[in-house]
């Protein structure tokens, strides 16, 4: 009847007939058992993580996550029960939900994160930024204030690694730790104040067996605390006791018990001998049995049992048992008979710990306990996703009956006969047959809970099969089509646009799915770009970024397209040539991941967490697509040849220096521009030359209908979206503008070489490159270069044999060009030791070198 | 774009107002005079400060909305510190990131990002020269640093924070009071926003605290742990830093504090007059009455003062039952959070109510006063045994005897009272209420007649236990309970190995039970005391038999040796005696070996009884017995 549980620490109690509830929200509610009935709700300021009852003082006390711990008075509650009940007699909702003011806190402190109830102390354990810590409170009641000072002691536990969350602001905790208090028996605090989850009495010898001498001798209860990283330790309550001014030494007051090396979620005792002795000395019936054996539950299952028993000689040695249980464990309860219930996200189960303690040798009984199971067998109780369970106390002798909340919200009761052999959910027999149909009812309904949650996990992983299906089928066709067009391809243009009143280069990526698979959800396309580095600072490497961008559904036929800026960057400068790296990204943990997960069906936050070790290293499946590299050539752009009428705006045409000077200034993110366009005026352009057979360059063309140097340009600029216009008109030459502003002029022409063959003179085309900027020439020849390598290469392929050449010729060029490397490396070593006056000239010389160097008189044949 | 302000001058008016309301509600709580509602205001108030922060610093810092965000920041350091009593891991990491927030206006940031503390106040205070707007709130940060710093020992940073501080050069940690002095921080503007504490504040606490803790410091004397080991070396030292302190300007709780220190590094200087009239002024400061009655005590103790002594113990057990009604600390910086944490092995630490009860009956049994001392002991077990208080009590902790030894020294003293009934029932009680922990006493009487090789192991102090039961039989009379208790005592002393590992009833105290001296002499005392039985009943044979096993038992024990001795003259085995008397005076002129050992106090007590009454005139009668017949 609540309506699904908001994420949080659900908690269940009860006390005779009613049960007090929290779903983890900021709700408590009170039921009604008997009647069930809602009998009341109170809203709190904060989530509620943790509930306990002290019976005898009638007094619920509630953690609130962040803000501390509030006190109600059950007292005050029934009352306003009772009127509610004057005002809903048809079994309604109470009317109003009753808001717990600030008034009922008795203890604000935001980092607590447990506590329990004595009947004059309460125990805290708070969270520090590097340690966990204990305080002890005299009890405050509500409305009272407590006396200044009512700490009165305080020890620090071992150090815990915090969660990482943002700094100064504390992550919400995965697993909270588990606080409780042990009594000996003969403890002189009168016994009804152990009441609920919060506390339990051991015997005598379990309790000095675990808590030494001095626990014992002073009757001190004990608290014990899981951790979530799995220690468990106890504290001797009366030594805890401290003067304000010195915490104790925890040292000397805190004993580590064990490690259960995963997070504690419930520690709790319970009886394994039969009750035999207890009948004879007259114990009270009922609520105090004093338990001989401590039982620790693991998230993951990992379950300790330590009992007391006596060795051959008679000495008094703990037995102590680790278990595996399944998990992951959200809750447990002991109950009566030596059982643990458990449950996990699929079942609610029962395990007996008393069942190997029958006596091996029925000749000697008062050979002590018997020891502990070697194995335990869970039986299933039918019923999942239960995640807070109360054992109740007004089940009759023999029987046990369980308090449960579902996942969904439903508050459930069982009652299990302890005597029969098979346990199950048995309903309670009563003759009337209204009952019957409500406990039919209860049961399709419990059955219903559960068919949908195993239905809703089966539709999870079998979309998660398809979808690994598919990416089978993907990555099959992908990898296996090496020729001819690729089944999914990502091609890439680069082009100019306006963008935030600034031209930026931008790179379109079009993903073209063309096969006849499905390219769904866990795909992306990873867009990985790389710079070039520069060439003036040799030490850095090119900066690369990668785009991710999520192919949220792509059918056969589909194509998606993105756009990524490739510049002008921070400083505004392009570092050309730019590679962009298409990749087809699968990811496993996304699709795998959230299906072995054990459910989602409620926020419960650690079970959306993955379970360990299920998962391969590897994260996903990677399918390169596609390389590209956008480089000067396809970042030209041509203001001078755009006709008129276009409405594309002048860009940063041939202007007056000192305007162009007076433009940079104003914008201080193009620095570079300036001195480039001053040397524009001032200094002669750099140039540089490539030659090229004019026959390899017909045979590669294959387009006889234009000269050749027109046709050559136009296979130069092909991959530039600005070059329409030049290819409307034959130009052989061309006045383009690179993307950092400066002016580069190509230039084709055809030309005769006399010397180099010896069957006559070649014809031979010549690129020049002239540009004011040296690194435009350079990107730019490089550009060049890179597509005669590429032309060449698939030349030779068709076997094209080169004309007989000089030699002679060949090898004087060759000579000269080492005598000039030679100088060129001769300068450079001048340049890092000579003065400033000298290095001057050296650097013209070195220029001039370069220049000569730039313009060689070798030929591509 | 980082340079556009997103929110108006509106929403900045806004957060300020909202930091202002805050720290109003925080100055409301200091007012408040119900405990719980101004803790519970402070939170309010501490969390409203965290989401104002978190809102600040959601969007790109900027120089206009800074010295509003250092000033959140500050409040929020402030407050923080005092609701948790503490500076902590948290507060270095907000002053941090305040830091980054001013460096990123400056986009000087950039990849530098692991720089430590020091380095960030360096250029945080190289960009706030072009920044005057936020020096005040800077200077404040800058002072909740230092408390930092100095509360964790991190005084060279703290020199090197207060030098930029000042824009001084040169310097060391030994001008840091110079530094301290000359900073003068900005005077806070009319208009700015609201500040729990500004730096002129924060620089008068720095000042106290910075002189309260150089000594301690410097040469780790009053205030830190390592006192007992080092202060040796450095006392006058200690002395005349702790005078500059009390000369000073320091809160009533620190100076007691002082006083107290200054009164154990007299007494261990050898003035204890001196000593007396600091722990005097100390004792007039009212507030913690305890360390200073404690180290009273010493003193008299040392000065041989026993009732002096005894009566400033009393005080202090009665010092310690009130309630301590420490006052609620202020929402503010103070100097005592400044101080480091008392340490029980400081000789500020004066332990709890029953511990002092403790030390009270043990050196009223140590002095003699056996009837105060039993009193003393019978209080301090209703004290730790009593369940029905609200309130619980410790036992004495570990640097004392473990809860069973206890019981044993009340039962000792009991004896040595006359009161042996009510000594026997202490010794039930304790068997009583570790009945469960004993392996069990049927199958021990079983093993027993069958000759079972594996016996259990029972704990010395029970052993201990009956060896004292079996005392108050005879001071009550009854040799036959006396002497079967004896038995049963050695009995279980004899299966005892000191080697073995205590079972059953692991204490995080027994290595005094543990030892092998203390077990040897148990069992010599147990013969002892057997013998002693056999004597008194006549059987002077049985009684040799034991004192012979004592004396084999413990070689050195002249107790033993002598009633060995007598036992064989009364028997008029006089070739035997002289033997034996040469054996012993020959021991005798050998160094004793373990005069040092210090036993456990039941122990001693029992030895006591024991003890021949006419040791030397019995000796020396012997002497000349011996030597007599020789020269005849």
């Known amino acids: 009847p609540l309506g699904g549980l908001a994420s949080g620490k659900p908690r269940v109690l009860c006390h005779e007939a009613e049960a007090f509830l929290s779903t983890g929200s900021e709700l408590v509610y009170v039921y009604d058992l008997e009647g069930g009935l809602l009998t009341a709700a109170y809203r709190f300021p904060g989530q509620v993580w943790h509930l306990e009852l002290l019976a005898p003082r009638r007094a619920l006390y509630v953690l609130c996550a962040g803000k501390g711990i509030y006190c109600l008075s059950l007292d005050h509650l029934s009352r306003s029960t009772s009127q509610d009940d004057g005002d809903s007699e048809d079994g309604e909702l109470p009317s109003s939900v009753v808001p717990v003011g600030p008034d009922a806190c008795v203890l604000p402190d935001a980092s607590l994160c447990a506590f329990t109830v004595l009947d004059g102390t309460l125990v805290t354990l708070a969270q520090g930024p590097t340690q966990w810590k204990i305080q002890l409170f005299e009890r405050p009641c509500p409305g009272e204030d407590p006396q200044p000072g009512g700490q009165i002691g305080e020890v620090e536990l071992s150090t815990y690694t915090p969660p990482a969350g943002v700094p100064g602001k504390p992550a919400d905790p995965c697993f909270l730790p588990v606080l409780c208090c042990v009594s000996p028996p003969a403890s002189r605090v009168p016994h009804g104040h152990l009441w609920g989850s919060g506390s339990f009495t051991l015997k005598e010898a379990l309790f000095g067996l675990l808590f030494g001498a001095d626990a014992t001798l002073l009757e001190s209860p004990v608290i014990l605390c899981g951790l979530p990283d799995g220690q468990l330790c106890s504290v001797v309550l009366k030594a805890l006791v401290t003067s304000r001014s010195a915490p104790g030494d925890p040292k000397a007051l805190v004993k580590i018990l064990h490690h259960l090396e995963e997070p504690v979620i419930f520690i709790g005792a319970l009886r394994t001998e039969p009750q035999a002795e207890e009948a004879a000395e007259e114990m009270p019936p009922g609520e105090d049995v004093h338990s001989d054996c401590l039982v620790a539950l693991g998230h993951y299952g990992r379950t300790l049992a330590i009992k007391a028993s006596w060795d051959k000689a008679g000495n008094l040695v703990p037995e102590l048992r680790e278990y595996c249980l399944p998990g992951p464990v959200l809750c447990a309860a002991c109950g009566g008979g030596g059982r643990v219930y458990h449950s996990t996200p699929s079942d609610l189960c029962m395990v007996d710990l008393a069942r190997g303690s029958t006596p091996s040798d029925p000749t000697q009984p008062e050979e002590g306990p018997g020891g502990l199971p070697p194995l335990l067998c869970p039986a299933s109780l039918s019923a999942c996703s239960v995640v807070t369970l109360s054992v109740s106390s007004r089940a009759p002798e023999g029987d046990t009956e369980l308090l449960a909340l579902s996942a969904k919200g439903r508050l459930m009761t069982f009652s299990l006969d302890l005597n029969s052999e098979v346990p199950g959910l048995s309903a309670v027999s009563r003759a009337d047959t209204g009952q019957k149909i409500k406990e039919l009812l209860s049961g399709i309904g419990n059955v219903s809970e559960r068919v949908s949650f195993l239905k809703k996990a089966v539709d999870q992983r079998n979309k998660a099969l398809t979808s690994l299906n598919e990416a089978m089928n993907v990555s099959c066709a992908l990898l296996s089509s090496r020729e001819g067009p690729r089944p999914i391809s990502c091609t890439t243009t680069a082009a100019w646009s306006r963008l935030q009143m600034q031209d930026v280069l931008t790179a379109t990526c079009l993903l073209e799915n063309r096969s006849a698979f499905h390219l769904g959800q866990g795909w992306t396309l990873c867009v990985q770009v790389l710079t070039s580095c520069s060439a003036l600072d040799l030490d850095s490497a090119g900066a690369a970024t990668t785009y991710t961008i999520p192919v949220d559904q792509l059918g056969p036929g589909g194509q998606r397209e993105v756009t990524l800026p490739l510049g002008p960057g921070e400083n505004g400068s392009f570092d050309l040539p730019v590679t962009v790296s298409c990749t087809l990204f699968y990811s496993l943990r996304e699709v795998v991941g959230r299906a072995l997960a054990p459910s989602d069906s409620f926020e419960e936050p650690f079970l959306d967490e993955e379970p360990p070790d299920v998962l391969p290293e590897q994260e996903g499946i990677c399918l390169p697509l596609s390389r590209h590299t956008v480089d000067l050539l396809q970042s030209l752009r041509f203001p001078g040849l755009a006709p008129p009428c276009t409405q594309a705006p002048p860009l940063r045409g041939p202007a007056d220096p000192v305007d162009t000077f007076l433009e940079a200034r104003r914008e201080p993110g193009s620095h570079p521009s300036g001195p480039a366009s001053l040397r524009a005026a001032y200094l002669p352009p750099s140039v540089a030359c490539i030659k090229v057979s004019a026959e390899l360059l017909r045979a590669a063309l294959e387009d006889s209908r234009l000269p050749l140097c027109c046709a050559t340009l136009r296979w130069l600029l092909a991959e530039n979206a600005a070059a329409d216009v030049v290819r409307a008109r034959a130009l052989s030459s061309v006045q383009g503008v690179a993307p950092d502003g400066a002016d580069v002029h190509l230039i084709v022409r055809e030309v005769a070489v006399t010397d180099l063959c010896l069957a006559g003179p070649i014809q031979v085309v010549e690129i020049q490159v002239e540009s004011s900027s040296l690194a435009d020439v350079c990107r730019a020849h490089h550009a060049v270069i890179g597509r005669m390598q590429t032309m060449v290469t698939q030349q030779a392929a068709q076997g094209s044999s080169p004309p007989d050449l000089r030699v002679q010729y060949l090898r004087q060029i060759h000579a000269n060009h080492e005598a000039l490397l030679r100088e060129v490396q001769a300068l450079r070593d001048r340049l890092c030791v000579e003065d400033e006056a000298s290095s001057c000239a050296t650097a013209q010389r070195l220029l001039q070198v370069y220049k000569q160097l730039r313009n060689p008189s070798l030929v591509l044949l | 774009m980082s340079h556009q302000m997103p929110q108006g001058p509106n929403c900045l008016d806004l957060w300020r107002e909202k930091n202002d309301q805050l720290v109003r509600q925080a100055k409301v709580a200091q007012d408040s005079s119900l405990s719980l509602r101004r803790q519970q205001l402070a939170q309010d108030a501490l969390e409203g400060l965290r989401e104002l922060l978190h809102s600040l610093q959601g969007l790109p810092a900027a120089v206009p909305a800074l010295p509003l ?498 036992t064989l003259r009364r028997l008029d085995r006089r070739d035997e005696a002289t033997a034996f008397w040469w054996r012993l005076e020959a021991q005798t002129k050998l160094p004793q070996k373990d005069a040092t050992w210090s036993l456990p106090l039941y122990l001693e007590t029992c030895l006591s009884w024991i003890r021949p009454s006419d040791h030397e005139t019995c000796l020396e009668e012997f002497r000349t017995s011996v030597l007599e017949p020789r020269d005849l």
């Open chain 2, 69 to 566: 965000e250092l000033t959140v920041t500050c409040n929020f350091i402030i407050l923080k510190t005092s609701v948790a009593q503490g500076f902590t891991e948290d507060q270095a990491q907000a002053i941090q990131r305040g830091l980054e927030r001013v460096l990123e206006t400056q986009e000087q940031l950039g990849p530098r990002l692991e720089r430590g503390l020091g380095e960030l106040w360096d250029s945080v205070l190289h960009v706030s020269s072009l920044l005057p707007e936020l020096l005040p709130a800077l200077h404040c940060l800058a002072g909740l640093q230092a408390a930092l710093w100095l509360s964790t020992d991190h005084l060279r940073y703290l020199a090197l924070l207060l030098q930029s501080l000042n824009g001084s050069q040169s310097g060391s940690s030994e001008d840091l009071l110079l530094h301290l002095k000359t900073w003068s921080p900005p005077a806070e503007e009319s208009d700015a926003p609201l500040i729990l504490q500004d730096a002129q504040g924060l620089r008068d606490v720095l000042l106290t605290g910075f002189s309260g803790l150089i000594p301690s410091l410097s040469y780790p004397i009053q205030l830190h742990g390592t006192y007992l080991e080092l202060i040796i070396g450095n006392l006058p030292k200690a002395l005349s830093s702790l005078h500059e302190v009390a000369s000073g300007l320091c809160p009533r709780p620190v100076l007691v504090q002082v006083y107290t220190a200054l009164g154990t590094c007299l007494r261990k200087m050898g003035n204890p007059q001196r000593a007396l009239v600091y722990l005097v002024e100390a004792l007039k400061g009212g507030s913690a009455l305890g360390p200073p009655l404690l180290e009273a005590s010493r003193l008299y103790q040392q000065l041989g003062d026993t009732a002096a002594e005894l009566e400033s113990l009393e005080l202090l057990v009665e010092a310690l039952s009130v309630t301590q009604s420490s006052e609620a600390p202020q929402l503010l910086i103070e100097v005592e959070l400044l101080l480091p944490q008392s340490d029980p092995a400081s000789p500020l630490h004066c332990g709890t109510q029953s511990q002092a009860k403790h030390l009270l009956a043990s050196r009223c049994l140590q002095t003699g006063r056996a009837e105060d001392a039993a009193e003393h002991y019978l209080d301090l077990l209703a004290l730790l045994l009593d369940g029905s208080e609200p309130r619980f009590s410790p036992p004495p902790s570990p640097p004392g005897p473990c809860m069973p030894e206890v019981f044993l020294e009340a039962a000792a003293a009991l004896i040595q009272a006359g009161r042996a009934q009510d000594a026997l029932t202490v010794c039930e009680e304790l068997l009583s209420r570790t009945s469960s922990l004993l392996p069990k006493m049927s199958q021990l009487w079983k093993d027993a007649r069958k000759g079972t090789k594996d016996l259990p192991h029972c704990p010395l102090w029970v052993s201990a236990t009956h060896l004292l039961q079996g005392q108050a039989w005879v001071q009550l009379g009854s040799q036959k309970e006396a002497v079967s208790e004896f038995s049963w005592c050695l009995e279980l002393l004899f299966r005892a190995t000191p080697k073995d590992k205590e079972q059953g009833a692991p204490s995080n105290c027994e290595q005094g039970c543990k030892s092998d001296v203390t077990l040897q002499q148990l069992r010599a005392a147990a013969l002892i005391s057997r013998g002693l039985e056999w004597v008194a009943r006549g059987q002077d044979t049985k009684a040799l038999q034991d004192f012979l096993l004592s004396v084999q038992m413990c070689p050195g024990n002249r107790d033993a040796s002598i009633h060995l001795l007598q």
